[in-house]
């Protein structure tokens, strides 16, 4: 994991301040009205995001460069400390771990960090317009054409990630259980090298790894619905939740992950340009890439948990997570501004 900390300049701050004469703001999390059950809201009566340095956890997924891009991070109060991880589930285990308080990662990342205990909060949700967050994927000259035909077959997936939710629900829908094929469970690089050299049969994975296989002429036999429906999560850490200048900070990121992603919409060759240039990967290939990922963030809908309590529901039927999760319960509201 490599690590790099940007001081950004000060600014107005936007979280609300305290009181004129109050002392110790702070911020409070309390259980909704049904008990120790599903979401809690966290209410900021005060917090100074310039005191604190955020930890933000990112993949290569082009989300540094589409804030630098956009001009998001202009006036930011508070340092950024960027941590780069290679997918979901290391994220999510570094965040209930406090060793980063913010981060994206796909659908089944938080439902495989909550049965195993970690100590996180879903805060907000990103969803792709085009419904899509994987594709799985057959090699050049493969005789594969219906995902079907992997029956006895070898398919790379990162354990944990939003693939290997993908892959456990579309072997469902055709009536295939998880011993019906050999799950080979690599990271995405691993995986690449193993999908290349021939070594398996099938690669499920995100974007930008899809649109590389595929330039390589690699083809998609499966992806999107009604397998996924493009729901990905911002999660932070429980401590940076309860933290008021902290959660004021967290506030204050998720309207430029809106704003960003917003300007994105009209400058897809500016953001793919500036992604080339952070992960080295060709030009060609992230203007590929960028309109697969155009995407919105909002507070977690009643959609978004229904659907990942579905998934939840899969994955303890598949026995690949230690213990039934709700959803609901691991979710924290009021930490994305109003539309």
């Known amino acids: 994991m490599r690590r790099r900390s940007i001081a950004l300049p000060t600014a107005a701050l936007v979280a609300a301040a305290c009181a004129a004469g109050a002392s110790g703001c702070a911020s409070s999390v309390s259980d909704n009205a049904s008990g120790a059950e599903g979401p809690r809201k966290v209410t900021t009566t005060g917090g100074d995001a310039s005191k604190v340095t955020l930890r933000v956890g990112v993949q290569k997924d082009g989300i540094r460069s589409i804030l630098a891009a956009s ?58 317009d085009n419904r899509k967050d994987d594709t799985l994927l057959v090699p050049k000259g493969s005789d594969i054409t219906d995902p079907k035909q992997l029956k ?58 899809v649109t590389q296989a595929e330039e390589a002429g ?50 897809q060759n500016e953001w793919a340009d500036a992604w080339a240039k952070e992960s080295g990967l060709p030009q060609a290939t992230t203007r590929a890439a960028v309109p697969k990922r155009l995407a919105s963030f909002t507070a977690v809908t009643p959609e978004a948990t229904q659907f990942e309590q579905s998934l939840a529901d899969t994955l303890t039927k598949h026995q690949v997570i230690p213990k039934k999760v709700d959803f609901s319960s691991i979710v924290t509201t009021g930490l994305v501004p109003a539309a």
């Open 71 to 128: 001009g998001a991070l202009k006036g930011v109060p508070y340092k950024i400390d960027w941590s780069i991880f290679a997918f979901g589930p290391p994220l999510v285990e570094a965040a209930g771990a406090d060793k980063i308080d913010v981060a994206g990662v796909g659908d089944t990342p938080p439902i495989f960090g909550a049965a195993g205990g970690s100590d996180f909060r879903v805060i907000a949700t990103e969803r792709f």
């Open 152 to 209: 006895g077959k070898t398919i790379a997936v990162p354990k944990g990630s939003s693939a290997h939710g993908f892959t456990l629900r579309l072997l469902d829908r055709l009536g295939l259980k998880q011993s019906d094929v050999r799950l080979s469970f690599l990271a995405p690089a691993d995986g690449l090298a193993a999908f290349s050299s021939g070594k398996v049969d099938a690669w499920a994975v995100w974007e930008p790894y």
């Open 218 to 267: 690699a083809r998609g036999i499966a992806g999107g619905q009604p397998d996924e429906d493009g729901w990905s999560f911002e999660i932070a850490s429980t401590k940076a939740v309860e933290d008021p200048n902290k959660a004021a900070a967290l506030k204050d990121y998720i309207s430029r992950l809106q704003r960003a992603f917003a300007w994105a919409r009209t400058h």
